[in-house]
């Protein structure tokens, strides 16, 4: 069955304090692993897409890498506005329509 | 990117009402929309695969007479809450597939509280 799972559920950051939330997945061929954004009372904002292991993408403080196991995304000297929870969903090669979605990281950061 | 708008995105009604969502891609055509419910501090809970002139495909344990689902065109789904409990108000967010880049993105989400 496809899996995904997220740690830490809840992760307090100094601003300028740099850290990594995981997501560790079991899918039957990953079609595709993705990074979303969600703020309180609003719907997942889209960051990222890897697609194989080794794979890195980058977009202001974040950088998001991929393993044949597991995500990281990398937050650098993060800030305030970067606070939100963090999804990570994995798409599988043989159920093409569904996104399976990890629990979130619920991220704060304090000035 | 990829723009996807709900309407409305906040709801209040009376038990017993029935309470339509609205979700449009607004700059490409999406022949697969998705329809998921959030409860507070979780994750989100897919309710149902919307496809562009069929029949929607409903998750286990969605009844599909109380939450109707219409895909009349390219661009547009819409969610029906039918005769609304209390136990019927969450968050709901859609999503289209954009094709060209295989992503799902997401709409502002509708808040329906049902008193």
């Known amino acids: 069955e496809d899996q995904v799972t997220q740690s830490p559920e809840a992760l307090r950051l100094q601003e300028g304090e740099s850290s990594s939330l995981n997501c560790s997945y079991t899918?039957?061929?990953?079609?595709?692993l993705f990074w979303y954004r969600q703020d309180p009372g609003k719907g997942p904002e889209f960051l990222f897409t890897?697609?194989?292991a080794g794979e890195e993408k980058e977009k202001e403080r974040l950088k998001a890498t991929l393993t044949k196991k597991e995500s990281f995304l990398h937050i650098t000297a993060p800030k305030p506005e970067d606070s939100a929870t963090y999804l990570c969903?994995?798409?599988?090669?043989?159920?093409?329509?569904?996104?399976?979605f990890g629990t979130g990281t619920r991220l704060q950061v304090f000035p | 990117g990829a723009v996807v708008s709900q309407h409305p995105s906040r709801v209040i009604c009376k038990s017993g009402t029935s309470v339509k969502i609205e979700c449009r891609s607004l700059?490409?055509?999406?022949?697969?929309m998705f329809w998921y419910r959030q409860f507070p501090k979780q994750s989100l809970m897919l309710m149902a695969t919307?496809?562009?002139?069929?029949?929607?495909?409903?998750e286990q344990g969605v009844e599909k007479d109380k939450f109707l689902i219409n895909h009349a065109s390219l661009t547009l789904s819409t969610l029906t809450v039918t005769s609304a409990h209390p136990e019927d108000s969450s968050f709901y967010i859609c999503?289209?597939?954009?094709?060209?880049?295989?992503?799902?993105?997401f709409g502002p989400g509708t808040r329906l509280t049902v008193l």
């Open positions: 969903a994995v798409q599988g090669a043989y159920n093409t329509d569904k996104l399976i």
């Open positions: 919307s496809n562009e002139g069929s029949k929607a495909t409903y």
């Open positions: 890897l697609y194989s």
């Open positions: 899918v039957s061929g990953l079609r595709g």
């Open positions: 700059d490409f055509q999406a022949t697969t």
């Open positions: 999503s289209a597939r954009d094709l060209s880049s295989d992503t799902q993105y």
